[in-house]
């Protein structure tokens, strides 16, 4: 299948967001945030879809010893070159990073079917491959915004917000997490940025959750190689151990496998009004 003529140059993501949760700290590890997929396809069957099974798999696989990896592959014709990366949260163990992109690339087989390019986060891990090179390329472009009711300006929960939201500035590395009594924050870096970049990126989304949110009780902001989240009313979160309420799992989990199901739907409905 060709790509429309009318489709521009550079490789739209639809992102589709459902970040329902606003109790992040509750949430499975493989719980859903956004998924994206290009809109150029590749044809079934073709070197493409073998490059990108065996790109797929080196993930999946390289996820069992290492939180950060990027793959490059060199198609035997430059259109089949293929680039992807893995991201977990930095908290994550080693098996429960090899669960998360397992899991990633999973849903991403689902939602993004014969798709150039495709983008999936979960709580826990991000992966995303594409036919354009975007390794070690900053992206701070807005991907999922999301806040909280506003709960008023209270001073002290306020203040405490700033205050993590600051020390989170001020740490360095690419997982950072802090808070201050019920006020948790986190920020996580895509492994191929540096030091510095990984900086400008968290330092923007902060701005940004600053600047949206407001006094929102929580605040998500997702941007293309970092985010930083906070909640001002989340129990202490982000060590190894699974906090969350077994029956708050059973059910968030229910309910974005069924949020993946509808997406397909929506997506195949787009495709339809597309022409495709
Ligand atoms: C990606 O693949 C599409 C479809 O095969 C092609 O039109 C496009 O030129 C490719 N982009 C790059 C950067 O190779
Ligand atoms: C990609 O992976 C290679 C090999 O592990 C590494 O040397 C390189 O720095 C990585 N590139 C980026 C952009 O992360």
């Known amino acids: 299948m060709t790509p429309l003529p009318s489709q521009p140059q550079h490789l739209i993501l639809l992102f589709l967001s459902f970040s329902f949760l606003p109790f992040f700290s ?21 070197a493409y879809e073998t490059n990108l099974n065996s790109l797929l798999t080196s993930l999946v696989n390289s996820a069992t010893y290492s939180s ?15 680039f992807g990366l893995y991201q977990c949260r930095g908290d994550l163990s080693m098996p429960d990073c090899a669960t ?30 594409d036919n354009s090179s975007f390794l070690g390329v900053e992206d701070k472009t807005v991907v999922l915004k999301k806040c909280g009711p506003s709960v008023g300006y209270e001073e002290e929960a306020m203040g405490r917000r700033d205050a993590v939201l600051g020390a989170l500035v001020g740490a360095s590395g690419g997982y950072r997490v802090g ?25 923007e989304a902060i701005g940004r959750l600053k600047s ?54 929506v997506r195949r409905h787009l495709r339809l009004s597309l022409g495709y």
């Open 68 to 82: 950060y990896n990027n793959y490059t592959i060199q198609g035997s014709s430059p259109q089949d070159a293929l």
């Open 179 to 203: 808070g201050a009594g019920k006020v948790q924050g986190v920020a996580q870096c895509v492994g191929d940025l540096s030091g510095s970049e990984c900086q400008d990126c968290v330092g």
């Open 100 to 129: 998360c992109i397992a899991r990633a690339v999973t849903q991403l087989g689902g939602l993004c079917s014969d798709t150039c390019g495709g983008a999936l986060q979960l709580e826990g891990c991000y992966v995303k491959y």
């Open 26 to 46: 509750l949430s499975a590890i493989d719980t859903f945030v956004f998924g994206g997929c290009t809109q150029l396809r590749y044809s079934p069957n073709s």
């Open 212 to 265: 949206d949110c407001g006094t929102a009780d929580f605040g998500d902001m997702f941007l293309g190689k970092c985010y930083a989240r906070y909640n001002t009313h989340g129990p202490p979160v982000f060590s190894k151990a699974h906090h969350g309420k077994p029956f708050l799992t059973t059910t968030t989990t229910t309910t974005a496998i069924s949020l993946i199901n509808l997406m397909v739907m």
